[in-house]
């Protein structure tokens, strides 16, 4: 998969420490559920670095519908310097990189508190999608 493959559209990567981070599954559910985010014109792209099996089992059990991504190498979170951001050096904390349609990085936002509110994150990017 690559970014190219979205070309003219609006992308939310949303980098993250994955299985064991309760949190970051909590995250992009409650960004399923929110209205607002929900009515944007973006795909949302949950990256992680962990196997395609283990997220699964994490997906089921936050009932997220959103695929996730594995970074297993961690090359497209270096790529992105989301590395040591949160609570571990090896692992994405909870990064957000706004992609717009022209594949330019638009906005990025950092949470080591690991949560941001929905309505925040929609604040922040509205706007900023076109």
């Known amino acids: 998969m690559s970014l190219a493959d979205y070309r003219g559209e609006a992308v939310l990567l949303y980098f993250n420490e994955g299985v064991g981070c309760d949190a970051c599954f909590l995250q992009a559910a409650a960004l399923e559920a929110d209205p607002a985010f929900a009515g944007m014109e973006l795909t949302l792209l949950p990256i992680v670095m962990n196997q395609a099996g283990e997220v699964q089992s994490e997906l089921d059990r936050f009932g997220v519908r959103t695929p996730y991504l594995s970074d297993l190498d961690g090359s497209v979170s270096r790529a992105y310097d989301t590395l040591g951001r949160g609570h571990h050096a090896n692992l994405s904390g909870h990064t957000f990189v706004l992609v ?31």
């Open 100 to 130: 717009g349609p022209d594949g330019q990085v638009r906005w990025r936002g950092d949470y080591p508190s690991m949560w941001v509110e929905p309505s925040e994150l929609v604040g922040s990017i509205d706007g900023l999608i076109d």
